[in-house]
């Protein structure tokens, strides 16, 4: 018999069923809302018995905004029992989400423990992406898996990070996407709720359906005039040096609030909305970490952290991502060209920097020469345009690939003594001459080139991705040890490589982390073509803002090559690992025996030897390449 869904909201149900564990909850013990009372709308819009087919919630961190899904995870179980997709960010993330928050919460909410049999029973249906229960089903998977998206029909959809998702799954589309078409066929009964912290400004997919919605914002009174508002980051003050000294200043009255005056203000609080949506039957809430209850997180704190982020920017966007729960404006304005030439630095081309601790390269394939720009690196990403090198000739041919080997091959001499050979190379194979650079790389096979194709569109969580074999017997197999390709998130890098551009030294005497260093002997012709691309905002086919680079002159190569060997120093390691990655190359350097060199003086170094030959190209074990002779 048919009946309809029980008059019961989602908070309702926290509160007499809900129990945190001490697994998942750094507070266990039974489901109070008064603790957020934030979220008791947030949730209740998830009810069965509420009109509202998608809820959108930006957020800043620590507000409990995963544990409000949670909750309605647990009410569909035990009250709405119907097909779920619940889909975080990589099939991995998925499965520690069973593991460290569903779980928890079949095991510890006694109501749930019934209606999903334990892991261990034989054909219980309780697998780690899969969970069975009367009537339903929940699915875990990744929005990096296409098969995962597209795998089974589904009433709801808890859609986790999806900021973090990737641009384009597997070649079939955006994930939101294809996750919203698993619920048509249920029509009005469908509901998805969407979770994230914010990205960048115009990428952010959170923002772009908080805008499309009725961007409620939470209106708490203030303890000295009662003046209702949404709390924003620039009425917290506090004298510099002093965080603990933060206070809230009513935007009314002035009076400062203290701490203490919060948890009366968020009981007191309502969401209202501001904005008259495009789909009446969506709803967004956005909070910040200003919201978070007392024993969270502090104003204190978050007044220690902005301070501590001052001056370096890739921090200031977590603040303003993680604690306000607002997008980053990134700078995508291309630097004057004219400025970049004028700071130009005394340091001779073709020999490495004495701060220098390794040598990328990043090769452009030209309809009728190789473009190669050698870059020094060091910790916190400073670079140095080590040299310049144009290779003539068609890349259809051989020469110009026997002239890259020689160059390749080369000790460049380090000022200071000793030399420095070149540690990884990205080589763009995206023109028009694919199959015979293809060709050229197999027969080369220096384990150092990784082979590139550029991608528009961005991935700050993984912006290079594979590699991918290009190599296929007559059969379609692919080839174990053939040739493989790497791609590039060619708009991730340039913004990385502007956003180092735009650095200030002011009146410091030394240069900030970071700093794009270029050496005086370098052509304003090279400076032109590193910045030829601006950022611009256009409107795709729904209407919605996105981001795009744009050229501001024909030639481009020289930022072309600099986001390869961006690339190549990610291949390598600097970003997984970190200190350690920079702590070994000193080490190295610390220990090379330093034979002086004579530096060249007219642009040339000895003649080189002979390229090296690759004998396998498998990585051995351990977190960072083989030295490869990158020390002589």
């Known amino acids: 018999m048919l009946r309809p869904p029980p008059r019961l909201t989602v908070s309702q149900w926290a509160e007499r069923h809900r129990i945190l564990g001490s697994r998942a909850s750094s507070e266990p013990g039974p489901w109070r809302t008064s603790r957020t009372p934030y979220l008791r709308e947030v949730m209740d819009a998830l009810s069965a018995v509420q009109p509202a087919r998608r809820v959108v919630f930006m957020k800043g961190a620590q507000v409990g905004a995963t544990e409000s899904g949670n909750c309605w995870l647990g009410y569909i179980l035990h009250h709405v029992p119907a097909p779920v997709l619940a889909v975080q960010p990589t099939v991995e993330l998925a499965k520690r989400f069973s593991r ?48 995962g998206l597209r795998s089974m029909t589904a009433r709801f959809l808890f859609l986790d990070e999806v900021d973090a998702y990737p641009g384009d799954v597997e070649g079939e ?56 508002q949404w709390l924003k980051f620039e009425r917290l003050r506090w004298e510099k040096g002093a965080p603990r000294s933060a206070r809230y200043h009513c935007e009314a009255c002035d009076e400062g609030i203290e701490e203490h005056h919060k948890t009366a203000m968020l009981a007191a609080g309502a969401w209202r909305p501001t904005a008259v949506p495009e789909d009446p039957y969506t709803v967004g809430f956005h909070i910040s970490a200003l919201y978070s209850p007392v024993g969270w997180l502090s104003w204190e704190q978050i007044a220690r952290d902005w301070e501590a982020a001052q001056g370096k920017p890739e921090d200031l966007k977590t603040f303003r991502n993680t604690v306000l729960g607002e997008t980053w ?25 004495p701060g220098a601790l390794c040598l990328m390269a990043g090769v452009d394939v030209q309809d009728d020469r190789l473009e190669c720009d050698v870059w020094g690196w060091a910790e916190g990403f400073s670079s140095w345009l080590v ?50 650079v293809y060709g050229h790389l197999r027969r080369l096979r220096d384990p150092r080139i990784a082979p590139t194709k550029g991608v528009d569109g961005w991935n700050r969580a993984q912006p290079v991705q594979g590699p991918t074999p290009v190599d296929a017997l007559v059969d379609g197999r692919k080839l174990r040890r053939g040739l493989k390709l790497w791609t590039v998130s060619v708009s991730t890098w340039k913004a990385d490589l502007y956003r180092r551009l735009w650095l200030g030294r002011g009146d410091a005497a030394e240069f900030p982390p ?22 611009r905002m256009v409107k795709d086919r729904r209407g919605f803002a996105r981001q795009e680079w744009a050229k501001l002159r024909e030639r481009n190569e020289a930022l072309d090559c600099a986001v390869l060997a961006r690339a190549a120093l990610w291949l390598l390691g600097a970003d997984r690992y970190g200190e350690r990655f920079w702590q070994q190359l000193r080490d190295q350097i610390a220990n ?14 000895a003649p080189p030897s002979p390229p090296p030959v690759a004998t396998d190209t498998h990585r051995p074990r351990g977190w960072l390449a083989p030295r490869s002779g990158w020390l002589r």
Request: proline share 8%; with cysteine; aromatic share 6%.
């Open 100 to 147: 460290q928050r569903i779980d928890p919460l079949l095991e510890e909410t006694p109501a749930l423990k019934e209606r999903v049999a334990p892991a261990r029973a034989r054909d219980s249906g309780n697998t780690l992406l899969s969970k069975e229960f009367p009537g339903g089903i929940l699915v875990l998977t990744g929005a990096n898996s296409a098969v």
């Open 173 to 228: 589309g955006d994930p939101i996407a294809l996750a919203e078409a698993r619920a048509r066929t249920f029509g009005w009964r469908r509901k998805a709720f969407l979770v994230s912290t914010p990205t960048i400004a115009g990428r952010s997919r959170i923002e772009r359906e908080y805008f499309a919605s009725d961007q409620r914002r939470y209106f708490v009174p203030c303890p000295h005039c009662g003046e209702m």
């Open 329 to 353: 404006q990134e700078q995508g304005e291309a630097p004057d060209w004219e400025r970049l030439v004028e700071r130009r630095e005394d340091f001779r081309m073709g020999v490495v920097p």
């Open 387 to 436: 040299d310049h090198v144009v290779i003539p000739g068609s890349p259809r041919e051989r020469e110009p690939w026997d002239a890259l080997a020689k160059l390749l091959a080369r000790d460049w001499p380090r000022s200071g003594g000793g030399t420095m050979r070149i540690a990884k190379v990205c080589i763009d194979t995206g023109g028009r001459d694919t199959a015979a």
């Open 514 to 535: 970071g700093w794009v260093h270029l050496p005086q002997g370098i052509e304003a012709e090279w400076v032109k073509q590193l910045v030829a691309e601006q950022l």
């Open 592 to 605: 090379a025996p330093l034979q002086p060199s004579e530096l060249p003086t007219g642009g040339n170094v």
